[in-house]
């Protein structure tokens, strides 16, 4: 009820002369006062203030986005392994023999990689140097194609002239220094993932506990249940994804020995990594393998482009539902909207962790959130 007005001090109603204070549904305010009894200045203040802070931390938070994304994925990775690791632990091994048994696995699985991808890249890059004398020799004959190539565009001409002047030196001496840096860049960035996952794997249960430090005492078994829940649903999101991900080098690799595509053993790891990658891995690396189809031949890139389509299909309604089922049970249309939602803020990095974070925010929904609506 809205309290009574005061009364006048016996002046009339029509005579009241303009009150130092002002009504405001029941609630008395000083004039030049806002909300609360605070001057307009102080909320302006306040405002004004808050803002600042704001856009203080979206600068901060941009300048160092790239180190996010880098502890984003080492923890996602950690995550991921987690179940490995947890598995060993189970069978009377200790937490860091079991973290350096997982470590000493994935660098064999890297170097075998390696041993897969160098080799041929390596004879490639021998191939092209023995080959260009040849090509040299056949720029100065008129009579190859390669020579009426060079009579028509006097391509030496003209790279001999940007030689002379400066220009092709500096920019080739400038993409070698960014070469240089993009290799630093990446090595320093392995190194950055590879110590905060080893550090995260080692001491997962402890940080789990520190979280759970800000939960109320009597939430604190719910919100672990709920945490270990999300964890193993991730785990098993990666368990599920890594076998389509074989299937899918072992289907590249038994095409390529079919067909006569070269290299088939480092094209299906190749093809496997890529499909880590949700929605756009399988696309990304069917075309790589098929621009080395048509070293074979143009029906045999035809094939293999045609290869592929089918294989996407194939993953999509009939591999990636099944092995997913006993994984994860989201809806499509929330993994396709997640990865390409990640995919624009993180890039590689935020398709990977699309689907994981679609899961957890999946499971607090209906823990907390279902379960009370459903109920009231």
């Not at 029509?14 to 305010?29: C, L, M, N, T, Y």
């Not at 950690?78 to 490995?84: D, M, T």
């Not at 005492?217 to 991730?234: C, F, G, M, W, Y």
Request: aromatic residues 8%; proline residues 5%.
């Amino acid at each position: 009820m809205t309290p009574a007005r005061p009364e006048g001090d016996g002046q009339g109603e029509g005579d009241r002369e303009p009150a130092q204070a002002s009504w405001d549904g029941g609630v008395r305010r000083r004039r030049g006062t806002g909300p609360g009894g605070r001057s307009w200045a102080a909320i302006g203040f306040g405002l004004g203030l808050g803002a600042t802070l704001a856009w203080l931390t979206v600068q901060t938070v941009l300048e160092v986005g790239s180190l996010l994304t880098l502890l984003l994925l080492a923890g996602f990775i950690a995550i991921a392994l987690e179940p490995v690791v947890a598995w060993l632990a189970r069978h009377r091994m200790r937490r860091s023999w079991a973290v350096a048994v997982v470590l000493v696995l994935l660098v064999a699985l890297f170097g075998g990689f390696l041993a897969l991808v160098v080799p041929p890249v390596a004879d490639e890059v021998n191939a092209l140097v023995k080959a260009a004398p040849g090509w040299l020799r056949a720029l100065h004959n008129h009579n190859s194609a390669l020579g009426r190539f060079e009579d028509r565009y006097h391509v030496l001409a003209k790279i001999k002239q940007q030689f002379s002047s400066g220009g092709a030196a500096s920019g080739l001496a400038g993409g070698l220094l960014g070469a240089g840096k993009l290799v630093v860049g990446a090595v320093t960035s392995a190194v950055v993932v590879l110590v905060v996952m080893v550090y995260v794997m080692v001491f997962l249960p402890g940080l789990k506990r520190f979280g759970l430090r800000f939960v109320a005492a009597s939430k604190r078994p719910h919100v672990q249940d709920v945490t270990d829940e999300i964890l193993n649903r991730v785990g098993r999101y990666m368990l599920g994804n890594v076998v389509t991900s074989v299937i899918a080098g072992l289907a590249t690799f038994l095409w390529c020995v079919a067909t006569g595509v070269p290299y088939p053993a480092a094209l299906g790891v190749f093809i496997a990594l890529m499909d880590l990658i949700p929605i756009v891995g399988t696309t990304i690396g069917g075309f790589v393998v098929s621009l080395v189809a048509l070293s074979v031949s143009l029906p045999i890139g035809l094939a293999t482009a045609g290869f592929y389509v089918g294989f996407r299909v194939a993953e999509d309604y009939l591999i990636v539902p099944r092995v997913m089922r006993f994984a994860v049970d989201v809806h499509p249309l929330v993994t396709v909207v997640g990865v390409l939602i990640g995919g624009a803020l993180l890039g590689i990095v935020g398709a990977l962790v699309a689907i994981p974070t679609a899961v957890a925010i999946d499971l607090v929904l209906e823990e907390h959130f279902f379960s009370r609506t459903d109920t009231s």
